[in-house]
Protein backbone atom coordinates (compact mmCIF):
# COMPACT_ATOMS: atom_id res chain seq x y z
CA UNK A 1 0.00 0.00 0.00
CA UNK A 2 1.20 3.34 -1.18
CA UNK A 3 2.15 5.88 1.82
CA UNK A 4 -1.22 7.99 0.59
CA UNK A 5 -2.97 5.36 0.26
CA UNK A 6 -2.34 4.59 4.24
CA UNK A 7 -3.08 7.69 4.96
CA UNK A 8 -6.26 7.68 3.63
CA UNK A 9 -7.18 4.55 5.25
CA UNK A 10 -6.13 6.08 8.72
CA UNK A 11 -8.10 8.88 8.40
CA UNK A 12 -11.16 7.12 6.95
CA UNK A 13 -10.90 4.91 10.20
CA UNK A 14 -10.60 7.95 12.56
CA UNK A 15 -13.79 9.84 10.93
CA UNK A 16 -15.76 5.96 11.46
CA UNK A 17 -14.61 5.34 14.71
CA UNK A 18 -15.61 9.35 15.84
CA UNK A 19 -17.12 9.49 19.01
CA UNK A 20 -16.53 5.56 19.73
CA UNK A 21 -13.24 5.87 21.70
CA UNK A 22 -9.47 6.88 21.06
CA UNK A 23 -7.96 6.18 17.88
CA UNK A 24 -3.94 5.79 18.47
CA UNK A 25 -1.69 5.16 15.48
CA UNK A 26 1.77 4.42 16.44
CA UNK A 27 4.43 4.71 12.87
CA UNK A 28 7.76 4.61 12.19
CA UNK A 29 9.14 6.26 9.43
CA UNK A 30 12.48 5.77 8.19
CA UNK A 31 13.14 5.29 11.85
CA UNK A 32 10.61 8.72 13.10
CA UNK A 33 8.04 7.85 15.76
CA UNK A 34 5.28 9.49 15.67
CA UNK A 35 2.01 9.15 17.57
CA UNK A 36 -1.20 10.89 17.19
CA UNK A 37 -4.77 10.54 18.18
CA UNK A 38 -5.87 13.23 15.90
CA UNK A 39 -3.87 13.85 13.17
CA UNK A 40 -1.30 11.97 11.03
CA UNK A 41 2.13 12.10 10.39
CA UNK A 42 3.68 10.51 7.26
CA UNK A 43 5.68 10.95 4.48
CA UNK A 44 6.27 8.86 1.31
CA UNK A 45 9.37 6.83 2.93
CA UNK A 46 9.00 3.17 3.70
CA UNK A 47 7.00 2.72 6.97
CA UNK A 48 4.69 0.51 8.99
CA UNK A 49 1.95 1.48 10.80
CA UNK A 50 0.57 -0.32 14.31
CA UNK A 51 -2.99 0.62 15.35
CA UNK A 52 -5.14 0.79 18.45
CA UNK A 53 -8.51 1.47 18.85
CA UNK A 54 -10.44 2.02 22.24
CA UNK A 55 -13.84 1.82 22.57
CA UNK A 56 -16.52 2.56 24.78
CA UNK A 57 -18.18 -0.75 24.16
CA UNK A 58 -16.21 -3.89 23.24
CA UNK A 59 -17.66 -3.63 19.59
CA UNK A 60 -15.84 -0.76 18.69
CA UNK A 61 -12.44 -1.87 20.01
CA UNK A 62 -12.37 -3.51 16.73
CA UNK A 63 -8.17 -2.64 16.37
CA UNK A 64 -7.64 -3.78 19.80
CA UNK A 65 -4.16 -5.08 20.76
CA UNK A 66 -2.08 -4.93 23.61
CA UNK A 67 -1.03 -1.16 24.22
CA UNK A 68 0.88 -2.18 27.61
CA UNK A 69 4.12 -4.11 25.92
CA UNK A 70 5.63 -3.03 22.66
CA UNK A 71 6.42 -6.13 19.67
CA UNK A 72 9.16 -6.63 17.25
CA UNK A 73 8.89 -3.43 15.78
CA UNK A 74 11.99 -2.72 18.16
CA UNK A 75 14.71 -3.41 15.63
CA UNK A 76 13.51 -0.74 12.92
CA UNK A 77 14.51 2.31 15.51
CA UNK A 78 17.38 2.91 17.28
CA UNK A 79 17.16 3.29 21.00
CA UNK A 80 16.18 6.89 21.18
CA UNK A 81 13.34 6.89 18.72
CA UNK A 82 12.36 3.62 20.72
CA UNK A 83 12.43 5.37 23.96
CA UNK A 84 10.22 8.21 22.35
CA UNK A 85 7.41 6.03 20.93
CA UNK A 86 7.46 3.50 23.90
CA UNK A 87 6.94 6.52 26.49
CA UNK A 88 4.32 8.47 23.55
CA UNK A 89 2.34 4.88 23.98
CA UNK A 90 2.52 5.23 27.75
CA UNK A 91 1.12 8.86 27.77
CA UNK A 92 -1.65 8.03 25.49
CA UNK A 93 -2.45 4.94 27.54
CA UNK A 94 -2.50 6.76 30.93
CA UNK A 95 -4.80 9.58 29.67
CA UNK A 96 -7.35 6.97 28.02
CA UNK A 97 -7.41 5.26 31.19
CA UNK A 98 -8.50 8.03 33.52
CA UNK A 99 -10.98 8.98 31.21
CA UNK A 100 -14.61 7.95 30.78
CA UNK A 101 -14.71 4.18 29.85
CA UNK A 102 -10.92 3.98 30.81
CA UNK A 103 -11.48 1.22 33.33
CA UNK A 104 -12.41 -1.25 30.11
CA UNK A 105 -9.11 -0.70 29.17
CA UNK A 106 -7.44 -1.34 32.32
CA UNK A 107 -9.56 -4.69 32.95
CA UNK A 108 -8.71 -5.96 29.36
CA UNK A 109 -4.87 -5.11 29.11
CA UNK A 110 -3.62 -5.04 32.73
CA UNK A 111 -6.89 -6.99 34.59
CA UNK A 112 -8.53 -5.85 37.86
CA UNK A 113 -7.73 -6.72 41.21
CA UNK A 114 -10.69 -6.80 43.66
CA UNK A 115 -12.66 -5.09 40.96
CA UNK A 116 -10.75 -2.17 40.18
CA UNK A 117 -7.19 -1.41 38.16
CA UNK A 118 -4.26 -2.02 40.28
CA UNK A 119 -3.63 0.72 42.44
CA UNK A 120 -0.56 2.92 42.18
CA UNK A 121 1.23 3.90 44.99
CA UNK A 122 2.48 6.91 46.20
CA UNK A 123 6.68 7.40 46.51
CA UNK A 124 8.62 8.89 49.03
CA UNK A 125 9.97 12.23 47.96
CA UNK A 126 13.87 10.70 48.43
CA UNK A 127 13.17 7.71 46.32
CA UNK A 128 11.91 10.02 43.29
CA UNK A 129 14.66 12.33 43.82
CA UNK A 130 17.11 9.30 43.34
CA UNK A 131 15.29 7.89 39.93
CA UNK A 132 15.92 11.47 38.30
CA UNK A 133 19.44 12.21 39.84
CA UNK A 134 20.62 8.84 38.81
CA UNK A 135 18.22 8.49 35.85
CA UNK A 136 16.43 5.43 36.61
CA UNK A 137 12.12 4.48 35.93
CA UNK A 138 10.56 4.18 39.16
CA UNK A 139 7.03 2.59 39.29
CA UNK A 140 4.92 1.83 42.28
CA UNK A 141 1.81 -0.49 42.67
CA UNK A 142 -0.31 -2.67 44.90
CA UNK A 143 -2.44 -6.05 45.09
CA UNK A 144 -5.06 -6.23 47.90
CA UNK A 145 -7.13 -9.51 48.72
CA UNK A 146 -10.20 -10.02 49.33
CA UNK A 147 -11.36 -7.99 52.72
CA UNK A 148 -14.82 -10.43 52.69
CA UNK A 149 -12.81 -13.07 55.36
CA UNK A 150 -11.84 -12.47 58.57
CA UNK A 151 -8.70 -13.83 58.41
CA UNK A 152 -7.37 -11.39 56.02
CA UNK A 153 -8.55 -8.48 57.93
CA UNK A 154 -7.18 -9.69 60.74
CA UNK A 155 -4.06 -10.76 59.29
CA UNK A 156 -2.57 -9.38 55.99
CA UNK A 157 0.52 -10.72 54.52
CA UNK A 158 1.48 -6.87 53.03
CA UNK A 159 4.85 -7.14 51.29
CA UNK A 160 6.76 -4.90 49.14
CA UNK A 161 8.79 -6.39 46.34
CA UNK A 162 10.93 -4.67 43.61
CA UNK A 163 12.67 -5.50 40.36
CA UNK A 164 15.53 -3.85 39.35
CA UNK A 165 16.85 -3.66 35.80
CA UNK A 166 19.85 -1.67 34.90
CA UNK A 167 20.72 -0.13 31.38
CA UNK A 168 23.81 -1.30 30.18
CA UNK A 169 26.79 0.49 31.50
CA UNK A 170 29.48 -1.64 30.63
CA UNK A 171 32.65 -0.71 28.67
CA UNK A 172 33.13 -4.09 27.14
CA UNK A 173 36.60 -3.32 26.23
CA UNK A 174 37.68 -1.89 29.62
CA UNK A 175 39.19 -4.18 32.13
CA UNK A 176 37.02 -6.11 34.18
CA UNK A 177 37.74 -4.71 37.71
CA UNK A 178 36.15 -1.96 35.97
CA UNK A 179 33.59 -2.87 34.75
CA UNK A 180 32.39 -4.57 37.84
CA UNK A 181 33.30 -1.54 40.00
CA UNK A 182 31.04 0.42 37.86
CA UNK A 183 27.74 -1.74 37.51
CA UNK A 184 27.99 -2.31 41.56
CA UNK A 185 28.13 1.90 41.81
CA UNK A 186 24.88 1.68 40.02
CA UNK A 187 22.89 -1.07 41.76
CA UNK A 188 24.02 0.23 44.90
CA UNK A 189 22.55 3.56 44.04
CA UNK A 190 19.39 1.87 43.18
CA UNK A 191 19.05 -0.71 46.21
CA UNK A 192 19.33 2.37 48.62
CA UNK A 193 16.20 3.72 46.68
CA UNK A 194 14.04 0.61 46.94
CA UNK A 195 15.39 0.91 50.66
CA UNK A 196 13.90 4.47 50.64
CA UNK A 197 10.40 3.02 49.78
CA UNK A 198 9.94 0.32 52.05
CA UNK A 199 11.35 -2.36 49.75
CA UNK A 200 11.44 -6.16 51.24
CA UNK A 201 12.08 -8.47 48.93
CA UNK A 202 14.37 -6.69 45.91
CA UNK A 203 15.76 -9.07 42.82
CA UNK A 204 18.29 -8.43 40.09
CA UNK A 205 18.19 -9.28 36.51
CA UNK A 206 20.22 -12.33 35.08
CA UNK A 207 23.70 -11.63 35.31
CA UNK A 208 23.64 -8.71 36.50
CA UNK A 209 27.17 -7.92 37.30
CA UNK A 210 28.31 -8.99 33.60
CA UNK A 211 27.87 -8.09 29.92
CA UNK A 212 25.88 -10.16 28.74
CA UNK A 213 28.32 -11.54 26.55
CA UNK A 214 26.96 -15.15 26.13
CA UNK A 215 26.47 -15.03 22.34
CA UNK A 216 29.95 -14.48 21.29
CA UNK A 217 31.26 -17.93 22.98
CA UNK A 218 34.76 -16.37 23.84
CA UNK A 219 36.11 -17.53 26.87
CA UNK A 220 37.54 -14.75 28.15
CA UNK A 221 34.00 -13.65 29.75
CA UNK A 222 34.18 -16.42 32.29
CA UNK A 223 36.29 -14.19 34.08
CA UNK A 224 33.34 -12.71 35.66
CA UNK A 225 32.29 -16.18 37.18
CA UNK A 226 32.72 -15.82 40.88
CA UNK A 227 31.83 -18.21 44.18
CA UNK A 228 28.47 -17.93 45.50
CA UNK A 229 30.56 -15.32 48.39
CA UNK A 230 32.29 -13.56 45.80
CA UNK A 231 32.42 -9.81 45.26
CA UNK A 232 28.57 -9.32 44.32
CA UNK A 233 27.35 -11.44 47.27
CA UNK A 234 29.39 -9.44 49.73
CA UNK A 235 28.34 -6.45 48.67
CA UNK A 236 25.18 -7.18 48.82
CA UNK A 237 25.14 -9.50 51.83
CA UNK A 238 26.28 -5.82 53.71
CA UNK A 239 23.13 -3.80 51.79
CA UNK A 240 20.39 -6.86 52.54
CA UNK A 241 21.64 -6.75 55.96
CA UNK A 242 21.76 -2.62 56.15
CA UNK A 243 18.21 -2.39 55.27
CA UNK A 244 16.18 -5.26 56.41
CA UNK A 245 16.14 -6.89 52.83
CA UNK A 246 16.09 -10.10 51.03
CA UNK A 247 17.75 -10.03 48.01
CA UNK A 248 18.16 -12.18 45.44
CA UNK A 249 21.67 -11.93 43.18
CA UNK A 250 21.56 -13.81 39.60
CA UNK A 251 25.02 -14.02 38.76
CA UNK A 252 27.63 -16.50 36.85
CA UNK A 253 28.92 -18.60 39.24
CA UNK A 254 32.40 -20.55 39.53
CA UNK A 255 31.81 -23.94 41.72
CA UNK A 256 35.49 -24.17 43.04
CA UNK A 257 34.25 -27.32 44.92
CA UNK A 258 33.90 -28.74 41.92
CA UNK A 259 37.07 -28.30 39.10
CA UNK A 260 35.42 -24.56 38.89
CA UNK A 261 32.14 -25.45 36.60
CA UNK A 262 30.48 -22.15 35.64
CA UNK A 263 26.73 -22.38 36.67
CA UNK A 264 24.44 -19.53 35.72
CA UNK A 265 23.19 -19.43 39.28
CA UNK A 266 20.90 -17.42 41.05
CA UNK A 267 22.09 -16.55 45.09
CA UNK A 268 19.09 -15.61 47.87
CA UNK A 269 20.75 -13.51 50.65
CA UNK A 270 18.53 -12.93 53.61
CA UNK A 271 17.37 -9.74 55.32
CA UNK A 272 20.52 -10.87 58.28
CA UNK A 273 22.91 -10.67 55.17
CA UNK A 274 23.03 -14.45 55.28
CA UNK A 275 23.24 -16.57 52.22
CA UNK A 276 19.85 -18.70 52.52
CA UNK A 277 20.70 -20.80 49.42
CA UNK A 278 21.28 -20.69 45.60
CA UNK A 279 19.26 -21.97 42.44
CA UNK A 280 20.55 -22.47 39.23
CA UNK A 281 19.03 -22.23 35.88
CA UNK A 282 17.31 -25.64 35.23
CA UNK A 283 17.06 -24.23 30.73
CA UNK A 284 19.62 -23.19 28.74
CA UNK A 285 18.84 -21.80 25.79
CA UNK A 286 19.74 -23.04 22.27
CA UNK A 287 18.11 -20.66 19.85
CA UNK A 288 19.35 -17.49 17.86
CA UNK A 289 22.75 -15.73 19.39
CA UNK A 290 21.62 -17.55 23.00
CA UNK A 291 25.41 -19.63 22.67
CA UNK A 292 25.07 -19.79 26.21
CA UNK A 293 25.64 -23.57 26.28
CA UNK A 294 29.18 -22.82 25.20
CA UNK A 295 29.44 -21.36 29.21
CA UNK A 296 26.95 -23.78 31.69
CA UNK A 297 24.81 -26.25 31.42
CA UNK A 298 21.79 -26.84 32.87
CA UNK A 299 21.35 -26.61 36.63
CA UNK A 300 21.27 -29.49 39.21
CA UNK A 301 19.37 -27.70 42.15
CA UNK A 302 16.05 -29.49 41.23
CA UNK A 303 12.66 -26.59 41.66
CA UNK A 304 13.65 -25.32 45.86
CA UNK A 305 11.49 -22.94 47.61
CA UNK A 306 13.08 -20.26 50.09
CA UNK A 307 11.05 -19.85 52.97
CA UNK A 308 12.33 -16.00 53.97
CA UNK A 309 10.64 -13.91 56.96
CA UNK A 310 8.60 -12.12 53.91
CA UNK A 311 6.85 -15.51 52.12
CA UNK A 312 8.05 -18.06 50.10
CA UNK A 313 10.28 -17.47 46.52
CA UNK A 314 10.76 -19.02 44.07
CA UNK A 315 13.57 -18.64 41.23
CA UNK A 316 12.53 -19.52 37.66
CA UNK A 317 15.73 -18.04 35.75
CA UNK A 318 14.95 -16.70 31.95
CA UNK A 319 14.66 -19.53 29.67
CA UNK A 320 12.53 -21.47 32.16
CA UNK A 321 9.62 -19.46 31.78
CA UNK A 322 8.94 -21.44 28.11
CA UNK A 323 8.92 -24.39 30.40
CA UNK A 324 5.34 -24.87 32.07
CA UNK A 325 6.10 -27.85 33.99
CA UNK A 326 9.16 -25.47 35.62
CA UNK A 327 6.04 -23.05 36.87
CA UNK A 328 4.16 -26.20 37.78
CA UNK A 329 6.97 -27.62 39.96
CA UNK A 330 7.74 -24.25 41.85
CA UNK A 331 4.01 -24.14 42.23
CA UNK A 332 4.04 -27.15 43.94
CA UNK A 333 6.76 -26.77 46.00
CA UNK A 334 4.68 -23.85 47.87
CA UNK A 335 6.30 -21.10 46.01
CA UNK A 336 4.11 -17.59 46.81
CA UNK A 337 6.34 -15.62 44.49
CA UNK A 338 8.15 -16.57 41.75
CA UNK A 339 11.08 -14.48 40.00
CA UNK A 340 11.89 -14.59 36.44
CA UNK A 341 15.44 -13.11 36.20
CA UNK A 342 16.01 -12.50 32.37
CA UNK A 343 18.17 -11.09 29.93
CA UNK A 344 16.06 -11.39 26.82
CA UNK A 345 15.79 -9.25 23.28
CA UNK A 346 13.09 -8.13 21.07
CA UNK A 347 13.17 -9.51 18.29
CA UNK A 348 13.25 -12.63 19.72
CA UNK A 349 10.85 -12.60 22.48
CA UNK A 350 8.49 -9.93 23.06
CA UNK A 351 5.51 -10.68 21.84
CA UNK A 352 5.66 -13.72 24.18
CA UNK A 353 6.71 -11.18 27.28
CA UNK A 354 3.73 -10.23 28.45
CA UNK A 355 1.87 -13.56 27.98
CA UNK A 356 3.85 -15.98 29.97
CA UNK A 357 4.57 -15.06 33.42
CA UNK A 358 1.23 -13.90 33.46
CA UNK A 359 0.08 -16.93 32.71
CA UNK A 360 2.05 -18.96 35.25
CA UNK A 361 0.80 -16.93 38.03
CA UNK A 362 -2.75 -17.62 36.98
CA UNK A 363 -2.40 -21.48 36.66
CA UNK A 364 -0.09 -21.85 39.66
CA UNK A 365 -2.16 -19.07 41.92
CA UNK A 366 1.09 -17.15 42.98
CA UNK A 367 2.63 -13.85 42.13
CA UNK A 368 5.35 -13.55 39.43
CA UNK A 369 8.11 -10.62 39.00
CA UNK A 370 9.44 -10.40 35.36
CA UNK A 371 12.90 -9.17 34.86
CA UNK A 372 14.37 -8.63 31.81
CA UNK A 373 17.78 -6.53 30.99
CA UNK A 374 17.35 -2.92 29.21
CA UNK A 375 19.59 -1.23 26.29
CA UNK A 376 22.03 -2.96 23.36
CA UNK A 377 25.20 -4.30 24.25
CA UNK A 378 27.74 -4.29 21.83
CA UNK A 379 30.68 -6.41 21.63
CA UNK A 380 34.35 -5.55 20.65
CA UNK A 381 34.63 -8.90 17.84
CA UNK A 382 31.79 -9.39 15.52
CA UNK A 383 30.03 -13.34 16.50
CA UNK A 384 27.20 -15.47 14.19
CA UNK A 385 24.19 -17.59 15.71
CA UNK A 386 22.55 -20.48 15.21
CA UNK A 387 19.54 -18.90 12.72
CA UNK A 388 22.18 -17.90 9.64
CA UNK A 389 22.33 -14.34 10.37
CA UNK A 390 25.78 -12.54 8.46
CA UNK A 391 28.05 -11.93 11.64
CA UNK A 392 27.26 -9.23 13.79
CA UNK A 393 28.01 -7.33 17.01
CA UNK A 394 25.15 -7.07 18.78
CA UNK A 395 22.91 -9.01 20.68
CA UNK A 396 19.94 -6.98 20.04
CA UNK A 397 17.96 -4.75 22.19
CA UNK A 398 17.34 -5.66 25.32
CA UNK A 399 13.75 -4.78 25.94
CA UNK A 400 13.03 -4.25 29.52
CA UNK A 401 9.51 -3.94 30.50
CA UNK A 402 9.79 -5.67 33.65
CA UNK A 403 6.51 -6.13 35.55
CA UNK A 404 4.47 -7.89 38.20
CA UNK A 405 1.71 -10.34 38.00
CA UNK A 406 -0.72 -11.60 40.31
CA UNK A 407 -2.83 -14.96 40.61
CA UNK A 408 -6.14 -13.13 40.09
CA UNK A 409 -4.46 -12.38 36.13
CA UNK A 410 -4.13 -8.71 36.80
CA UNK A 411 -0.80 -6.88 36.46
CA UNK A 412 1.33 -3.90 36.52
CA UNK A 413 2.21 -1.57 34.21
CA UNK A 414 5.60 -2.29 33.06
CA UNK A 415 8.64 -0.27 33.17
CA UNK A 416 10.17 1.06 30.39
CA UNK A 417 11.57 -0.41 27.41
CA UNK A 418 14.54 1.74 27.12
CA UNK A 419 16.19 2.73 30.82
CA UNK A 420 16.48 1.04 33.61
CA UNK A 421 14.37 0.98 36.86
CA UNK A 422 13.01 -0.01 39.97
CA UNK A 423 9.19 -1.51 40.03
CA UNK A 424 8.30 -1.91 43.41
CA UNK A 425 4.76 -3.99 43.67
CA UNK A 426 3.12 -4.13 47.40
CA UNK A 427 1.52 -7.44 47.74
CA UNK A 428 -1.26 -9.32 49.89
CA UNK A 429 0.06 -13.08 49.82
CA UNK A 430 -3.41 -13.81 51.05
CA UNK A 431 -4.65 -13.42 47.21
CA UNK A 432 -2.65 -16.92 46.87
CA UNK A 433 -4.98 -19.07 49.04
CA UNK A 434 -7.81 -16.91 47.84
CA UNK A 435 -7.53 -17.72 44.13
CA UNK A 436 -6.63 -21.61 45.09
CA UNK A 437 -10.40 -21.75 46.66
CA UNK A 438 -11.95 -19.48 43.97
CA UNK A 439 -10.55 -21.35 41.05
CA UNK A 440 -9.56 -25.14 42.89
CA UNK A 441 -6.84 -26.09 39.93
CA UNK A 442 -5.14 -27.88 42.71
CA UNK A 443 -7.83 -29.92 43.48
CA UNK A 444 -9.52 -30.25 39.91
CA UNK A 445 -5.97 -31.09 38.66
CA UNK A 446 -4.86 -34.98 37.24
CA UNK A 447 -1.66 -35.20 38.50
CA UNK A 448 -1.88 -39.21 38.53
CA UNK A 449 -2.54 -38.98 34.85
CA UNK A 450 0.16 -36.22 33.99
CA UNK A 451 2.46 -38.86 36.15
CA UNK A 452 1.73 -41.83 34.03
CA UNK A 453 1.93 -40.04 30.67
CA UNK A 454 5.79 -38.31 31.75
CA UNK A 455 7.20 -41.74 33.52
CA UNK A 456 5.89 -43.55 30.04
CA UNK A 457 7.69 -40.66 27.54
CA UNK A 458 11.17 -41.06 29.11
CA UNK A 459 10.85 -44.82 28.53
CA UNK A 460 13.05 -45.81 25.00
CA UNK A 461 9.65 -47.68 24.21
CA UNK A 462 7.00 -44.81 24.58
CA UNK A 463 4.38 -45.17 21.91
CA UNK A 464 1.99 -41.66 21.37
CA UNK A 465 -1.89 -42.14 22.42
CA UNK A 466 -2.91 -41.23 19.06
CA UNK A 467 -6.24 -42.58 17.77
CA UNK A 468 -6.06 -43.03 14.13
CA UNK A 469 -9.72 -42.65 12.27
CA UNK A 470 -10.18 -46.59 10.61
CA UNK A 471 -11.14 -44.80 7.01
CA UNK A 472 -8.01 -42.38 6.84
CA UNK A 473 -5.59 -44.92 4.88
CA UNK A 474 -8.49 -46.99 3.25
CA UNK A 475 -8.16 -47.60 -0.20
CA UNK A 476 -11.31 -47.13 -2.37
Not at 96 to 112: A, H, I, K, N, Q
Request: charged fraction near 20%; glycine fraction near 8%; proline fraction near 5%.
Amino acid sequence: MSAAAMVKTLKHRQATKKGSGLALTLMVVKGRASSSSSSLAIDDSEYFDWTYGFGSTPDSAVFFCDVGRAASWSRYMSPNYSRKLSEAKESIYEERRTMDGGCEVSRLLLGFNRGKAVEPVGLPESATQASMRFDFDLKHCRHLASVQTKSCCENPELFELVLSKTLSCFQRTAPISEQKSAIMNKINQMVDAAAESGVNILCLQEAWMMPFAFCTREKKWCDFAEPINGDSTQLLQKLAQKHNMVIISPILERDINHGETIWNTAVVIGNHGNIIGKHRKNHIPRVGDFNESSYDMEGDTGHPVFETVFGKIALNICYGRHHPLNWLAFGLNGAEIVFNPSATVGELSEPMWPIEARNAAIANSYFVGSINRVGTEIFPNPFTSGDGKPQHNDFGHFYGSSYFSAPDASCTPCLSRCRGGLIIAEMDLNLCRQLKDKWGFRMTARYEMYSALLSSYIRPDFEPQVVTDSLLHKRS
